[in-house]
T-cell receptor, first 113, second 113 residues
């Protein structure tokens, strides 16, 4: 089945700087890659996603890139703000066998004022 | 209006007890899920129901039994609770089985003493 690795596990950046979180996946058949933001005491919230037929997608300060050949995708946050502090999860949709989202281990992002 | 809601938010109980967590979504979605998030924040799917029919059943102890009385509700009943069941349980929903975007509830923190 699908396996997703996420790095780094923790990331601390100065407010206004950029943050990058990277994920790799194992199953080349996976076709959908969402990113979730989880704030303290809340459920994961979908912030951006990308499908396998697209290489890059941007939504204001957030962008996701996908390299299908290398089987990795990344989340880029520019001009970080204190409210960006949260745990971020990447996921890949496994389509062989049980179709399900397989999550990475999470990255705790801290924005320092 | 809350899209995916869960009750209770916190549940503290003793080993050996039986407890239930309820989930409701008002998005008109056909597919609902239960996820378990452990103390290290790792998110893993447990069950998925599509239109009241079980479609994903991961390797979860049979002490866990999901029940879907209708498309908008997916409850989780846990028998003979064990210390290792302590975790945050999230309900989620998606428009249907083939749609990728999943929306999560706020979570239920279960503590077994």
């Amino acid at each position: 089945g699908e396996n997703v690795e996420q790095h780094p596990s923790t990331l601390s950046v100065q407010e206004g700087d950029s943050a990058v979180i990277k994920c790799t996946y194992s199953d080349s058949a996976s076709n959908y890659f969402p990113w979730y933001k989880q704030e303290l005491g809340k459920g994961p919230q979908l912030i951006i996603d990308i499908r396998s037929n697209v290489g890059e997608k941007k939504d204001q300060r957030i962008a996701v890139t996908l390299n299908k050949t290398a089987k990795h995708f990344s989340l880029h946050i520019t001009e970080t703000q204190p409210e960006d502090s949260a745990v971020y999860f990447c996921a890949a949709r496994q389509i062989q066998g049980a179709q399900k989202l397989v999550f990475g281990q999470g990255t705790r992002l801290t924005i320092n004022p | 209006d809350t899209a995916v809601s869960q009750t209770p938010k916190y549940l503290v109980t003793q080993m050996g007890n039986d407890k239930s967590i309820k989930c409701e979504q008002n998005l008109g979605h056909d597919t609902m899920y239960w996820y378990k998030q452990d103390s290290k924040k790792f998110l893993k799917i447990m069950f998925s129901y599509n239109n009241k029919e079980l479609i994903i059943n991961e390797t979860v102890p049979n002490r866990f039994s999901p029940k879907s009385p209708d498309k908008a509700h997916l409850n989780l009943h846990i028998n003979s609770l064990e210390l290792g069941d302590s975790a945050v349980y999230f309900c989620a929903s998606s428009q249907d089985y083939s749609r990728n975007e999943q929306y999560f509830g706020p979570g239920t923190r279960l503590t077994v003493t």
